[in-house]
């Protein structure tokens, strides 16, 4: 996959230390490596692309001897497959998506290890998960995006309104992209942040008031991507009564470090995306007040961070584990949305996207998502993951995101 990126003025951050890129400044031993947020062509062919997915998914359930199922769910808006793979037979249910965003690889890569691993292994622990949980997990829920290597789809907003002719009216929505961001040009091809179109009322029908929308309102459901991911939630939760778990898996800034050190966040966690519907502040979704554990979403993080700080002995970059910010309220995001339902919610933030690091790490950071989801679901098997403190999540250090790179930079998604 090549495509060129729009390059900008390049700064780059050591340490504390911020010196520009034409600079050749010597770097002590005990300074970090050179970290810079600004997009460049880096490249991605050890990640999984779209065909690669297909064979070896197929690979996977062959290999598996029936323990893995693979089915097409959905189509993404334009005409690839939406792809499930379902191990397990026990009576709680974790949902896995990745690749929402299109520039967040490893994903994907850590699922097809886990599914690999799951529907192969013999181990008392591969064992105990299939008897206790049913894992279903969706690989790459946006492969558009992912064709395109960007965060963002390339349906147009044109083409929504002629599926939904009620919005002939409507404004436009406000994640839709139509200006360079994230070194992609987005205005010959333009776009949509499709982790903002989901909405905690799953049976919502778009409506011409509700646009054009914000990140700390609801999305509509125009997209086939989050209509296949909330429709593959709805029909889970009718079959097990409740969707226990849900995990995302998405990348974040490169250069954050762990508060009171040079060392760059690995990944961060967090299991809080919306405002507590039971406070003023989440009045908006009051409705959902009954069904929203947060305490179980702390728990679960608490696993995940549990597990990789054990992991630590083998290599200290998985130790370097934090809290993504709290003080989020999106709704218009699947953990939003399915938090409020009722899941316990998880959301990893991989150090890095495409544009940034490329598979720079790919190995490590992908091993460090393999990780955290063992450690999840092996809490969730034993029922340990009840025992845990939710007080430990709010232990767990917050980000560091003073050192990252000051310059043309303004805005760095996640
Ligand atoms: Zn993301």
Redesign the pocket.
């Known amino acids: 996959m090549h495509r060129m990126r729009v390059l900008a003025l390049a700064a780059v951050v050591a340490g504390s230390a911020f010196i520009p890129a034409t600079a050749t400044a010597p770097l002590t031993s005990a300074a970090p490596p050179p970290c810079s947020e600004e997009p460049r062509e880096n490249p991605i062919s050890e990640f999984t692309s779209y065909d690669e997915l297909l064979v070896e998914l197929d690979r996977i359930e062959r290999v598996s001897a029936g323990r893995v199922s693979v089915e097409k769910v959905g189509e993404s808006n334009r005409g690839r497959d939406m792809l499930l793979a379902r191990v397990g037979s026990g009576p709680k249910v974790v949902l896995i998506t990745a690749e929402?965003?299109g520039n967040?690889k490893t994903g994907p890569d850590a699922v097809l290890d886990l599914l690999d691993y799951l529907g192969t292994s013999d181990s008392a622990h591969a064992r105990k998960i299939r008897e206790q949980l049913t894992v279903v997990a969706m690989p790459k829920i946006n492969p558009d995006a992912g064709a395109l290597d960007r965060?963002g789809n390339d349906m147009t907003w044109e083409e929504a309104q002629a599926r939904f002719p009620q919005l002939a009216t409507a404004q436009v929505p406000w994640n839709y992209y139509t200006e360079p961001r994230q070194g992609d040009d987005y205005s010959q091809r333009p776009g949509f942040d499709v982790?903002r179109d989901y909405n905690p009322n799953l049976d919502y029908q778009p409506q011409p008031q509700d646009f054009p929308g914000a990140s700390d309102k609801p999305g509509w459901f125009i997209s086939p991507e989050t209509q296949t991911v909330r429709d593959v939630y709805k029909s889970l939760r009718d079959e097990f009564g409740a969707v226990d778990t849900y995990i995302d898996l998405?990348?974040q800034g490169a250069c954050y470090t762990v508060p009171g050190t040079d060392r760059f966040v690995t990944m961060s966690l967090s299991g809080k995306f919306v405002a507590d519907p039971a406070t003023p502040a989440g009045a908006a979704y009051a409705e959902f007040a009954d069904t929203y554990r947060p305490e179980y979403s702390k728990q679960l993080n608490v696993a995940a961070y549990n597990a990789l700080q054990a992991a630590a002995n083998q290599n200290p970059d998985f130790g370097n584990i934090t809290l993504y910010p709290q003080d989020t309220n999106l709704p218009g995001t699947g953990l939003g949305s399915f938090q409020l339902n009722g899941s316990g919610a998880v959301l990893f933030e991989v150090r890095g996207q495409t544009q940034t690091l490329g598979e720079q790490h790919r190995g490590m950071l992908t091993r460090t998502v393999y990780i955290g989801l063992d450690g999840i679901l092996s809490s969730i098997a034993s029922g340990q993951v009840d025992n845990l403190d939710p007080a430990d999540y709010d232990r767990i250090p917050p980000t560091d995101r003073g050192q990252q790179t000051k310059s043309t930079i303004t805005e760095i998604?996640?």
């Open positions: 929402i965003h967040e965060r982790n998405h990348h998604e996640n």
